[in-house]
């Protein structure tokens, strides 16, 4: 048989000697120039509370796909207040991909992007609205169906309005009737805004 | 004496606490089972209440009850040959287009995780020298993990049930294990085979040493877990995988709204996800 052993603790060993081991060290580790070693950094910084900031700096800089993605499960494994506003910063960004993994980490910080959901739902760029009505669609909250009916009663751009009555469509219930008649009402010159009304409270009618 | 019970705050914060330790999510419906296993810990330790008990989980510097713990609340079902599927395509697939792209020397290194009680590691052990004649020409290197130490020690005596060993061949049955009265213990040359050690995947310091792997097998531990432990499970096995290095899953399981970081492979046997070729 050519079945061979090894002890994988003697690879831990030889990596641990390699580099220091504190958090200032981890957050300088985060620009070297090898990308394993910037994973490496990036979940080891899960430990270290204050790390956010410089987690986020790294972030909208790094240009490999695999270690922004440590930052953001890091970042939302942290979940404080830095973290969550950085991923906020990152709606904003010009970088499609980096927008679209922001909006998947949000959507799996339900506690911690609650109290700031009211507030981009009303961002004066209608593109930062409709990311977040996009992280509504897995979020985990009672509140979804609220914010929902507040965009559709009062979002003035009908993009905003049109990606929320699509989910509504989802998870809307009898509770939102009356926001959909009213939205039908407000755009009656927008056959898509009729169209999704419709399909929305067809199906909450038949569930 | 009052039965110890646990009252719904209580069950909350434990539950958000081993969760935050092993990854672990336990749903509301599985309030009877998380209930019972600390119940028996409670007294076990002569604790007398959840809070007596909570603060020695926390603070206790040796984590030896936590590990204690951890054991029981872990799930261990399953049996030699589960998914055959992936073994065939393993042996079919996976194996000749590694040993085809190979550039560099040493053995084809594989990680099944979580190892239970060995079934998986010494099926895909037995696999290789029944069906796969690179094992002639190739070392192979099985390392097997768990986060369960119970487990572990149960994996490395290899003994096993009826139930364990009803799916495997008559013939590998009889060739690979003998009856030793407490049940079917796998031959020594197998249980030599496989490298069993102790692993949180959700512990960085336990996973860094785990690299440079041609294949993992993380098969119905996934589903066990929340979206965001999903993804540092993710992020892990990436940094474990060489490059090209594949990752085969259980069949109710998937990669693609988890990480963006791995590749489809659709093969006759199997679906399998593939770091790629290029990856740093």
């Known amino acids: ?207 | 004496m009052a039965p110890i019970t646990l009252s719904h705050e209580e069950f909350l914060k434990f539950r958000e606490f081993f969760y935050r330790k092993t990854g672990i999510q336990f749903e509301d419906s599985k309030r009877y089972f998380v209930d019972k296993r600390l119940i028996e810990r409670i007294e076990a330790t002569d604790s007398g209440n959840f809070r007596n008990y909570f603060i020695t989980l926390r603070f206790e510097t040796s984590g030896q009850e936590l590990q204690t713990l951890t054991n029981l609340m872990t799930v261990n079902e399953t049996y030699f040959f589960r998914e055959e599927y992936q073994f065939k395509c393993l042996v079919s697939s996976i194996l000749p287009e590694i040993t085809a792209l190979r550039k560099k020397q040493g053995p084809i290194r594989i990680w099944s995780v979580p190892s239970s009680s060995g079934e998986e590691p010494y099926s895909i052990a037995m696999y290789l020298l029944e069906y796969w004649p690179g094992i002639n020409l190739w070392d192979v290197e099985i390392i097997s993990s768990d986060i369960d130490t119970k487990i572990i020690a149960q994996a490395r005596r290899g003994i096993y049930s009826d139930r364990s060993i009803q799916h495997l061949p008559k013939n590998l049955l009889e060739k690979y294990f003998h009856y030793n009265g407490e049940g079917y213990q796998i031959c020594d040359d197998l249980r030599q085979a496989v490298e069993f050690t102790k692993v949180n995947l959700m512990k960085p310091s336990d996973v860094r040493g785990y690299r440079e792997f041609d294949i993992i097998f993380c098969r119905n531990l996934l589903i066990y877990f929340d979206d965001l432990s999903r993804r540092q499970a993710a992020d892990t096995f990436y940094d474990a995988l060489n490059p090209g290095g594949f990752l085969c899953l259980g069949h109710s399981e998937s990669m693609s709204r988890v990480s963006s970081l791995y590749q489809v492979r659709k093969f006759s046997d199997a679906v399998i996800y593939q770091k790629s070729m290029e990856a740093q």
Not at chain 1, 82 to 100: I, K, Y
Not at chain 1, 156 to 169: E, M
Not at chain 1, 180 to 193: T, V
Request: proline share 3%.
């Open chain 1, 1 to 207: 048989m050519a079945f061979i052993k090894k002890q994988p603790e003697k690879v831990i060993e030889q990596c641990e000697r390699k580099r220091e081991r504190n958090c200032a060290s981890f957050e300088l580790q985060l620009s070297d120039p090898n990308p394993t070693a910037r994973r490496w950094a990036a979940r080891d910084l899960a430990d270290c509370l204050d790390s956010s900031a410089a987690l986020v700096a790294q972030l909208l800089r790094e240009q490999n796909s695999s270690v922004r993605e440590i930052i953001l499960t890091t970042l939302t494994k942290l979940g404080d207040e830095v973290a969550v506003a950085g991923l906020v910063n990152c709606l904003r960004s010009e970088d499609a991909a980096l927008r679209n993994e922001a909006i998947e980490a949000m959507k799996m910080l339900p506690d911690e992007v609650a109290p700031i959901m009211s507030q981009l739902l009303q961002d004066t760029d209608s593109d930062v609205r409709i990311f977040a009505v996009n992280v509504l669609e897995s979020l985990q909250h009672e509140q979804v169906e609220e914010w929902l009916n507040e965009v559709i009663e009062h979002d003035a751009h009908v993009n905003v309005c049109a990606t929320a009555v699509d989910l509504l469509g989802e998870v809307g219930t009898s509770y939102s009737w009356e926001a959909l008649e009213n939205l039908k009402a407000r755009f009656p010159d927008e056959p898509y805004i009729s169209f999704a009304s419709d399909l929305a409270l067809k199906r909450i009618r038949g569930s």
